[in-house]
């Protein structure tokens, strides 16, 4: 039989002092303050920082082609070349810590604060069409002025309901192969956004609204017949909008004849002919950067929505296609975070929010190509516009919130 004897416990060793906790020093509490920096805007998947590089790059890209384009203008409006950069420089600083915060944030925020968030862009948009404080820009009454302050409603509606048909699709996950359940509430209050929208004469925002909602509904996983009346309807009743103006029938009956009168020159295809005369110009290295001719008042909406124009003019062909390639890297890294999730709130928000930008982008593009008539739809991240920039970048925050917890989709496997 044995017997176990009890270990003697093992006592720290003391000099006698009695136990105080020690100070702690200054650049021990200085040291914490950098982790929890560091933790704040820490990342777990390589798709985050493929997103959040290719974004700023674009951003400073914008900046400074925004700077070449607006010198002109801005001289002749505030005697100073750099009203136009500064300005745009100001959003960009606001733009882009409001994307890193949203980069944050969980998938219950923004849940949270869907219906609140597209209650707001109709109200606003709303303001712009039923009151005296909206504002007319080039036959588009889009705009609210707040006092000195101006902003862009439709760009908020973009935003919201991106986070809401997602939060809607994903609640009716189980429903959407009834049409009652895609049909409400989805079509009264999308229907409603773009209404107020056409209402105010911007056809091509509405564009964009059209298809963000398509976009949220297939990547949602609705029917595709379901897809088909809408598309139908709008099939139907879009010539009817786009030729109830009279500047935009001639716009578009003058893109169908593709600018070949010469009568036309001096009017509706001066600003698309004198764009293709700077992307000619440009040839394959461009003339160089700040060195555009069109932008010294040749080219309306330099620093806008034509500025892929002095994009290809001062950097030529080889520029144009970088900015290409950058929008490219951006689709692809929104299909790689869709991929490696399995939220379908999450892959529906990514969804939307990818064809919002990237759809844009190549609406522009095409647009100073001479592919589509003039609808006044700026480049994401480039051309200049507070409300455009600060929205675009607060989307782009809301898919790195996904970015950083994406969880693997089955059969698939995430990035760590």
Request: proline share 5%.
């Amino acid at each position: 039989m044995t017997t176990s004897i009890p270990r003697r416990p093992r006592q720290r060793r003391n000099s006698g002092a009695p136990a105080t906790p020690l100070p702690t020093p200054t650049g021990v509490s200085g040291a914490v303050a950098i982790v929890a920096v560091k933790k704040l805007f820490a990342a777990e998947t390589g798709n985050f920082f493929l997103l959040l590089g290719t974004t700023l790059f674009l951003v400073v890209f914008g900046l400074v082609m925004v700077l070449s384009s607006s010198a002109v203008t801005s001289f002749t409006e505030s005697n100073d070349f750099f009203t136009g950069f500064l300005r745009q420089g100001m959003f960009a600083a606001v733009g882009v810590p409001i994307m890193l915060v949203a980069s944050r944030m969980p998938a219950s925020f923004w849940k949270k604060w869907a219906a609140v968030a597209v209650a707001i862009g109709l109200i606003l948009q709303l303001l712009v069409v039923a009151t005296p404080l909206g504002v007319s820009i080039g036959g588009n009454t889009n705009w609210l002025r707040l006092g000195t302050f101006t902003l862009q409603p439709s760009e908020i509606t973009k935003v919201a309901l991106a986070i809401w048909l997602a939060y809607v699709l994903s609640t009716k996950a189980d429903r959407l192969h009834r049409m009652r359940e895609v049909a409400i509430p989805i079509a009264p209050v999308a229907g409603a956004a773009i209404g107020l929208v056409l209402f105010g004469g911007d056809l091509g925002t509405a564009m964009i609204l059209v298809s963000i909602v398509l976009g949220s509904l297939f990547f949602g996983g609705v029917r595709l017949r379901f897809l088909a009346i809408p598309i139908v309807l709008m099939a139907t009743i879009g010539p009817l909008v786009a030729f109830s103006s009279n500047s935009r029938s001639d716009r578009i009956a003058v893109w169908l004849d593709g600018c070949a009168s010469t009568s036309d020159y001096a009017t509706f295809c001066w600003q698309t002919v004198h764009g293709w005369w700077a992307l000619a110009a440009g040839g394959f290295f461009g003339v160089g950067l700040g060195n555009s001719k069109a932008k010294w008042s040749w080219l309306p909406e330099a620093d806008n929505d034509f500025i892929f124009a002095i994009i290809g003019e001062e950097l030529g062909l080889l520029g144009a296609c970088t900015v290409l390639a950058l929008f490219i890297v951006m689709g692809v890294t929104f299909v790689r975070i869709i991929r490696a999730s399995n939220d379908p709130f999450a892959r529906i928000v990514v969804s939307a929010v990818m064809v919002w930008i990237i759809g844009q982008a190549f609406v522009n593009i095409a647009v100073v190509l001479g592919v589509l008539p003039v609808l006044g739809v700026p480049l994401p991240l480039f051309s200049s516009g507070g409300s455009a920039l600060v929205t675009t970048l607060f989307g782009i925050g809301i898919v790195l919130s996904f970015a950083r917890t994406t969880t693997p989709a089955p059969g698939q496997m995430a990035e760590r």
